[in-house]
């Protein structure tokens, strides 16, 4: 009833927050349901993985995707006939701005389309994509608010638009670097299937050691026949230089007699 009560077309953006909560929201309890995840703050891809949740998560995210669309084209057109009378900002700059939104919406659907476990790597650039865009885009939406101050905005409106991009940044910076961490294979870990996983890490540890001892060990006894092998040369040497020693002073009377006559 309140968004059929606003004038034009701004009732667009209103449905789009309140169609997308509509849709984390939906998929978040069909899942939990379906004992698919678990409720304690799960990941928003992980409610809409499996099915029958992954069907209502992708079709209204897409539509959610649209809305986001519509509602940046119509903020394009607000500016440019604001900067009709004013000109506070180029229209080039508006147009990227919109531009970046729309790729945002792109990566939206994405996400949609190509669920997280059955295409992960393309699940993953729609996500960056999505947010990384959308962080750019609500900055530069916030430095035109600014821009068009005090006319079209007021400080109080650009102050809370402003607060609302600086911890979009921060928080995507952590988003990054902890994604980048993980590798998602499964959502529904079991303890035993833990417990099969500590098991075969010591297994593995185990295995290792007793490859490096007896890697060791083989070491170790090639050097104790090469040992052997130089001890039973060298004694065949002296063996060798003793026998010459000797017949030398055996032979070395009839050496003189021989050159005495």
């Not at 209103?14 to 849709?23: H, K, T």
Request: hydrophobic residues 45%; glycine residues 6%; proline residues 4%.
């Amino acid at each position: 009833m309140l968004l059929c009560c606003m004038p034009g077309v701004a009732f667009v953006p209103a449905l789009l927050v309140c169609w997308s909560s509509a849709a984390f929201i939906i998929s978040y309890v069909i899942a939990v349901l379906a004992g698919h995840v678990e409720p304690l703050v799960p990941y928003i891809s992980d409610t809409g993985t499996k099915p029958p949740e992954s069907g209502v998560f992708g079709f209204m995210i897409n539509i959610s995707a649209l809305l986001a669309s519509i509602t940046m084209y119509i903020r394009y057109l607000l500016i440019e006939k604001q900067n009709e009378s004013s000109h506070f900002v180029r229209s080039s700059c508006n147009m990227f701005t919109l531009c970046v939104g729309l790729m945002g919406c792109t990566g939206m659907g994405i996400v949609a389309t190509f669920q997280e476990l059955a295409v992960p790597s393309v699940h993953d650039i729609g996500a960056l994509v999505a947010f990384g865009s959308g962080v750019v885009y609500i900055t530069l939406q916030s430095i035109i608010s600014y821009k068009s101050c005090p006319r079209w905005n007021t400080y109080f409106v650009c102050h809370i638009r402003m607060a609302i991009s600086a911890i979009s940044c921060i928080a995507f910076i952590p988003m990054i670097v902890f994604a980048s961490k993980i590798s998602m294979t499964k959502i529904d870990w079991t303890p035993g299937e833990k417990e099969v996983g500590r098991s075969e890490m010591r297994r593995n540890m185990e295995r290792g050691e007793r490859e490096s001892q007896r890697q060791v060990s083989e070491a170790s006894r090639r050097s104790w026949r090469k040992q052997k092998e130089q001890m039973a040369n060298n004694e065949h040497l002296g063996i060798f230089s003793a026998c010459g020693i000797q017949l030398a002073v055996q032979d070395f009377p009839a050496f003189w007699v021989s050159t005495q006559l």
